[in-house]
Structures are given as structure tokens and as C-alpha cells.
């Protein structure tokens, strides 16, 4: 975004290739905030007159450079006064049915919502709603009642589905996603940060940095490979699990069955749609703040891709997450260490506290036995809040947070740290400079050592090298 003049409000975004410019001038016209006019389509140079202030010119340029290129149709939505009651799902918005068969929605599709009084975008999930009958009726959740727009703009993204694939074992260690090399082509033109995948059925989520993406010539546009922990973040590999628990009332709130529960479970666990899932690229404005690699070097990182689900009941009110013990003892921590979580460019961090009971943790999520817990987190409401974690069984970085170990460690160090300077101090020459200089040179070397058990807990292995 740049200001081309001074007198007036007048705002020009330079746009790829990869634009559908009808798209944007549509978006904009249903935003009140119409283009002037291309100053030069070949250029995609693209000019509009700002009439919001800096702050929300700000989110609306960085909206249509970073995801205004995955934008398949605009619709002008009208907000109802009733709204959503999704136990599970807090960014759930409810459509009409006859809308939703007329521009090709489906129940838990991924969509962005955009606010107008505020310019704030809001990516939500697709409920159809068979009680509505207009078809420009939206119903929002609770958390919307805090603005007073009437006229809500939907924006349908571009629907990636794919049908997941087991991983190459060769590719399990580092974490990777591979999707076909057209289709990673053309993610990788707009430079996404993250990407995530969606279980359509039940709305676990997992998210992965777009590092960790490769394109590969085996697979088709409609496959993706995943490795079995991410596959059973996706609730991919419980099919039987859940057919078996269909009478279950908590599971029929989770996958949001409507009235025809045998139809559904029929159509779903009978054929290959019960495995789809959407992918969606993530744009993130802001970088994630990185650690101290200092720390890093010295303490030893270590990081885990969890499922975060509600903890005890008890936990909402407490700064805590809940671990499994597996999970702590590869982290390198022990209870009430803390710990760093880990959402897009969110960070929050918390003490790490063990479960031990499978039956509290049954309370308040479902869970078919006990090797579950070792792929899962508990953080409470609060916390997933500040992350922005929209609903539970959603794919976060839970990190062993090492500046807390360090200063843990501190009485270890100040042990070394003395015994070093009474070494070099009781040597006979009075050269006090050169003493001092073997001090601070040997410092660096005196505190590495003493971490040497932290590092221990997380100590990682260079990969063999091909021969």
C-alpha cells in the first residue's frame, strides 16, 4: 500500500498475476469502498478511494494482497437476529439450505467473514441450517454481537479438497506435507505462511508452517500425504471408532449430524467421503517472534505438534495445560515447568501439569483409549482465546520454554560460575587483566557445561548421510 497523494484519501495496491480483478472490484463495490478505476490492468495496478481511517485502510489493503487472490464469489449476507448454539465449534456461522445448494457450500467448509464497520476478517465454518428459509439470512455466533452491522459480507474461498495418503516413511521425521507439484505450484505464487488442513467431518484441524510443504510428481490434485499422527489429529484413522460410538448424544454434536443420523452414518462411513479434508492457505501481516537461539544452543529446544481438547473441568480458571507423561518426558520438562504454545504468529506461555486420569480427560472430550493422550494437549478456554484458536481439536506448537530452564538452572551455573573465578583468581601473578579476560573467555564455555543435563533430555541426532 502506498499514498499516492497527500490532499486526498486515494490508495493504489499493486496485485500478481493470480488475481481475479472482477472478484476484487466486487468485493470492494460490496464493502461501500468502490475502485476509481485500473489505472493499468496490465500492471494490475489497482486504485480506490479509502474512506475508513488509517488502521482499517491498513487491514483491508493487507486482506486484498495477501487472500483476495483465493476468493471465488462475494455475497451480501443479512444478519439474523437469532445465533448460533454450537457446542463445539465458536466460529460457526448458520446458512440456508437452498443457499448453500445454490452456490455450492457444504457443512463445515471453510469461509472468511468480513465486518465492515471494522474492516476485521474472520475465517468461520459452514453450518447448514435447515429452520432458515431466506436465503440472504446469516446467523452468527456470540462473540459477532459486539457489532452492529446489519449487512455481513461472505466470502467463499477457493475449495481445495484433497483425499489423504500415508507418508513416505522416509519424510515422517520432518514433519513434512506433500501435495501435488501443480498444485504446490500454484499455493506457493502468493507466499502463504501456513497451510491448514481441515477434517470436513468432524472439524479437527492441524496446521503446519508452509516450510514444511513439498510438491512431489507421484500425486494427483485431489491426494495428500500425511503421517499417522497428523492423520489422527484429523480424526482420519478413528472411522471405526466412531461408527462404533454413533449412539453416543456427545458425538452426534460433534460431527453436527442433523436429523437424518442413520442417513448420514450410511453416506459417510460406507464411502470415501468420510476422509476428505480442505485445504486452506494461511496469510499472516506479522512474523512469530522467534526464540533466543543463545537459549536455544545452551538449554536445547524441543518442540511437539499436539491436539489442543479442553482439559479438566477444573482447569479453566488456571494458568495450566495438560500434558501426558510421554509427552513431558520427550519435551525435557517435569510438572510445572513451563512451556511454550504456538498458534499461527500467536504465542502464550503456561505451566505444564501431567494427566493422570483418562477418565477426567474423558469428562469434557471424546476419547476411545488411552495411546490418545500421548497426541494431545489440554488448554483451557482462556488460553485458546489468546492464541486465537477458534475451536478444540485444533493442531498447536507446544514448546519447552528454555529461558524459564535457564534461570531454573541459575544455582547450577552460579556453582560453576564461582568455582571458576576462585580457580583463575588463585593463580600467583597479579596480571588482574589477564585474569579477567580468562574469565569471561571461559564463561561461556562454564555455563554450556553445566546445562549439559538439560540438553541431555532433548538431545537430537544428525541423520545418517546417504552413501
Same mark, same amino acid.
Given at each position: ?20 480483478i472482477p ?13 476509481v ?10 486504485v ?31 444478519k ?22 445454490k ?21 468461520c ?35 481445495i ?61 485431489d ?30 454434536d ?53 491436539s ?7 482447569? =479453566?480458571?488456571r494458568? $495450566? %495445560? ?8 520427550? &519435551? @525435557? #520438562? *517435569? ?5 511454550l ?6 504465542r ?9 486420569s ?13 495411546? =490418545?493422550?500421548?497426541? $494431545? %494437549?489440554g ?7 489468546? &492464541? @486465537? #484458536? *477458534? ?6 506448537i ?18 560453576s ?19 579477567t ?5 571461559l &564463561? ?24
Amino acid at each position: 500500500m502506498e499514498r499516492l497523494t497527500n490532499s486526498t484519501k486515494e490508495y493504489s495496491l499493486r496485485l500478481s498475476e493470480s488475481y481475479d480483478i472482477p472478484i476484487i472490484i466486487e468485493f470492494f463495490d460490496a464493502i461501500n469502498c468502490v475502485p476509481v478505476f485500473l489505472k493499468n490492468i496490465k500492471s494490475n495496478r489497482f486504485v480506490f478511494f479509502d474512506k475508513s481511517d488509517k488502521e482499517k485502510n491498513k487491514r483491508l489493503a493487507s486482506f486484498v494482497r495477501h487472500e483476495a487472490s483465493s476468493i471465488q464469489a462475494v455475497y451480501l449476507m443479512q444478519k439474523s437476529s437469532k445465533s448460533t448454539r454450537q457446542p463445539l465449534r465458536h466460529y460457526t456461522i448458520d446458512i440456508c439450505k437452498a443457499f448453500a445448494e445454490k452456490n455450492n457450500f457444504i457443512n463445515n467448509q471453510t469461509v472468511i467473514i468480513f465486518i465492515p464497520s471494522t474492516y476485521n476478517f474472520y475465517h468461520c465454518t459452514i453450518h447448514i441450517n435447515h429452520e432458515i428459509n431466506d436465503e440472504k439470512e446469516i446467523r452468527l455466533p456470540l462473540i459477532f454481537n459486539q457489532f452492529d452491522d446489519k449487512t455481513i459480507v461472505l466470502l467463499n474461498i477457493k475449495r481445495i479438497l484433497c483425499c489423504p495418503k500415508k507418508q513416505l516413511a522416509s519424510k515422517i521425521k520432518d514433519n513434512k506435507i506433500s501435495i501435488s507439484k501443480a498444485l504446490y505450484q500454484e499455493m506457493i505464487q502468493d507466499t502463504p505462511s501456513f497451510l491448514m488442513v481441515r477434517h470436513l467431518f468432524t472439524g479437527a484441524t492441524i496446521m503446519c508452517d508452509f516450510s514444511c510443504v513439498e510438491g512431489t510428481s507421484d500425486l494427483k490434485d485431489d491426494q495428500i500425504r500425511l503421517n499417522y499422527c497428523q492423520r489422527k489429529n484429523l480424526n482420519l484413522v478413528d472411522r471405526q471408532a466412531l461408527a462404533n460410538e454413533k449412539d453416543n448424544t456427545i458425538l452426534i454434536d460433534k460431527v453436527k449430524r442433523t436429523n437424518e443420523i442413520t442417513e448420514i452414518f450410511e453416506s459417510f462411513f460406507d464411502s470415501n467421503e468420510y476422509s476428505i479434508v480442505q485445504l486452506v492457505p494461511i496469510y499472516l501481516r506479522t512474523k512469530q517472534k522467534k526464540n533466543s537461539t543463545v537459549l536455544d544452543f545452551l538449554v536445547g529446544d524441543c518442540q511437539m505438534n499436539l491436539s489442543a481438547i479442553r482439559p479438566y473441568e477444573i482447569d =479453566d480458571s488456571r494458568d $495450566i %495445560v495438560r500434558l501426558s507423561e510421554d509427552s513431558m518426558t520427550l &519435551l @525435557g #520438562i *517435569e510438572e510445572s515447568d513451563k512451556v511454550l504454545l504456538k498458534y499461527k504468529n500467536q504465542r502464550c506461555e503456561a505451566r505444564a501439569m501431567k494427566i493422570d486420569s483418562f477418565e477426567f480427560m474423558q469428562q469434557t472430550n471424546i476419547l476411545f483409549c488411552e495411546r =490418545d493422550l500421548d497426541l $494431545i %494437549v489440554g488448554v483451557p478456554a482462556p488460553i485458546r482465546r489468546k &492464541l @486465537g #484458536i *477458534e475451536d478444540v481439536e485444533t493442531e498447536v506448537i507446544v514448546e519447552r520454554d528454555t529461558k524459564y530452564l535457564f534461570f531454573k538452572n541459575l544455582n547450577i551455573q552460579l556453582i560453576s560460575v564461582l568455582g571458576l573465578l576462585l580457580a583463575v583468581f588463585q593463580i600467583g601473578d597479579n596480571h588482574y587483566k589477564v585474569k579477567t579476560v580468562m574469565c569471561f573467555a571461559l &564463561l561461556p564455555f562454564i555455563i554450556w557445561a553445566s546445562l549439559s543435563q538439560e540438553r541431555s533430555k532433548v538431545k537430537k541426532y544428525k541423520k545418517n548421510k546417504k552413501t
